[in-house]
C-alpha cells in the first residue's frame, strides 16, 4: 500500500489519466440535448476552419453557442499546448443531459401543463492531425 495522505496517493494514482488533448467544456447550455447533436454531429471529424464555416453560416440556435465553444477550444490549442490551428481538427465533441427546469402553464378548466426547459452540458475535444 502507498505511503501518504490520500490525496496525495489519488495524485499519483491520477497522473495517468490526464487529458492531453485540448479541449472546453460548457456547463448548463440552455439548449435540449436533441437540438445541440444535430449540430454537434454536423461538425465531428472535421477540421478546424470548416467546423468554423459550418457553425458560422448554419441557421440553427445551438450553432452560435458551439461556434463560440468551438473557438475557445481552439485558443486552448494555441495558448496552452503550442498547437497549430491550422492542423486541428475535432476529434470529440458530445452532449450530455443537464438539468431540467419544471415549470407550469395554466391551461382551461383549470388544468395545468408541464413545461420542461431542457439543458445540457457541451463538450469539443480538438487533436492535431499528424
Not at 33 to 56: H, M, P, S, W
Request: one cysteine or more; charged letters at 30%; a positive charge.
Amino acid at each position: 500500500m502507498s505511503k501518504g495522505h490520500r490525496s496525495q496517493i489519488k495524485r499519483e494514482r491520477n497522473k495517468n489519466n490526464v487529458e492531453t488533448r485540448p479541449f472546453a467544456k460548457l456547463s448548463f447550455a440552455r439548449i435540449p440535448i436533441q437540438k445541440a447533436c444535430f449540430v454537434l454531429d454536423a461538425i465531428r471529424g472535421k477540421n478546424y476552419d470548416e467546423a468554423r464555416a459550418i457553425l458560422t453560416y448554419s441557421p440553427r440556435r445551438a450553432a452560435g453557442v458551439i461556434l463560440k465553444l468551438l473557438e475557445s477550444a481552439g485558443a486552448n490549442a494555441e495558448n496552452n499546448k503550442g498547437m497549430n490551428k491550422k492542423r486541428l481538427f475535432v476529434a470529440e465533441c458530445y452532449a450530455s443531459p443537464g438539468p431540467i427546469l419544471k415549470r407550469i402553464k395554466p391551461r382551461a378548466q383549470g388544468r395545468a401543463y408541464r413545461i420542461r426547459h431542457r439543458m445540457c452540458h457541451l463538450t469539443i475535444k480538438l487533436d492535431e492531425k499528424k
